[in-house]
């Protein structure tokens, strides 16, 4: 799922395309992909672009009298900028929405339609669609404890909920969490003072940093290659290979459809973290050190 850094490059790249120019057509392919009946999205064509902002990792299209799209991408949604002619015709197409000078094309890598489109006509409506997470940016050090500490989860949890932090999701979670030397799975009320400095200031560096790379990266162009996995990471998509730190080999807990990434040295004093099939598998034979697992 495209998250913070990602997001605002996104925004960025809209901006640029599309701010002052007209929205021609829509064209839908996936009748999945709206997910409001009022007001007709159609009603969208004819108007002008006034500006584009997030809203935690949803991207907001501001059209001319109060009219807004609301995209949810979830974790397969991208948008693609076609300087010529094109319609919605293949197998990932959900959506064409043409101007004069291109045609942003939304689609969707996966079978199973999760990205979202809403309308919406005011202020109001439009508020609702904020998770109410804070901008982890601009907030102070105060406002983040308060967000972090007030119900007890594990801290890959707290980072990733997003009615407490906007736009941090499994990827920069894990990244995060390497930077400031902490376990994913330490509860977050037993954080010490200079543990939860540690994790604000981790927080914000590595979303700046990976922010102004991907910025640079994509040279004021159009960000066409979104992806959860970047040459670079020290720890995320990058289970079996060397921690950048300590060389440690990077472990993994897998739950559902997620993974959590980490270094055994760095953040768990050496513990191996059950992953939930593998040590109901091996039970005893579960390596409780990372000395155990690599001996």
């Not at 969208?44 to 006034?50: C, K, P």
């Not at 197409?93 to 942003?104: E, I, K, P, Q, S």
């Not at 994790?199 to 159009?222: D, I, K, R, Y």
């Amino acid at each position: 799922m495209p998250e913070l850094p990602d997001i605002t490059t996104y925004v960025d790249a809209l901006d640029r395309l599309l701010v002052g120019k007209t929205l021609q057509r829509i064209d839908i392919r996936s009748p999945f992909l709206i997910r409001s009946v009022k007001p007709d999205l159609q009603t969208a064509a004819g108007r002008t672009v006034q500006g584009f902002r997030h809203l935690g990792k949803r991207i907001v299209w501001e059209l001319e009298r109060d009219l807004f799209l609301v995209f949810h991408l979830m974790i397969a949604g991208r948008f693609h900028w076609r300087s010529t002619p094109a319609k919605a015709r293949g197998k990932m197409d959900l959506a064409a929405f043409t101007f004069d000078h291109g045609v942003m094309m939304l689609t969707e890598a996966s079978s199973k339609k999760r990205t979202a489109l809403y309308v919406v006509d005011s202020q109001q409506q439009l508020a609702s669609h904020d998770p109410g997470g804070l901008d982890v940016l601009t907030c102070s050090e105060t406002q983040f404890r308060v967000a972090l500490l007030r119900e007890n989860h594990t801290l890959k949890r707290a980072l990733t909920d997003p009615s407490s932090f906007g736009g941090i999701g499994n990827v920069y979670s894990d990244e995060i969490l390497h930077v400031a030397r902490l376990s994913p799975l330490k509860w977050t009320q037993r954080l010490t003072e200079p543990e939860v400095a540690r994790l604000f200031e981790s927080t914000q560096s590595v979303l700046t940093s990976w922010t102004a790379h991907l910025l640079a990266e994509n040279g004021g162009g159009f960000p066409e290659k979104v992806t959860a996995f970047r040459e670079g990471m020290a720890v995320h998509g990058r289970f079996g290979k060397p921690c950048p730190i300590c060389e440690t080999a990077v472990q993994r807990i897998v739950y559902s459809e997620h993974e959590t990434n980490y270094c055994p040295r760095c953040q768990t004093g050496g513990k191996l973290l059950a992953d939930r099939s593998l040590s109901r598998l091996l039970k005893k034979d579960w390596p409780r050190t990372i000395d155990q697992w690599e001996s």
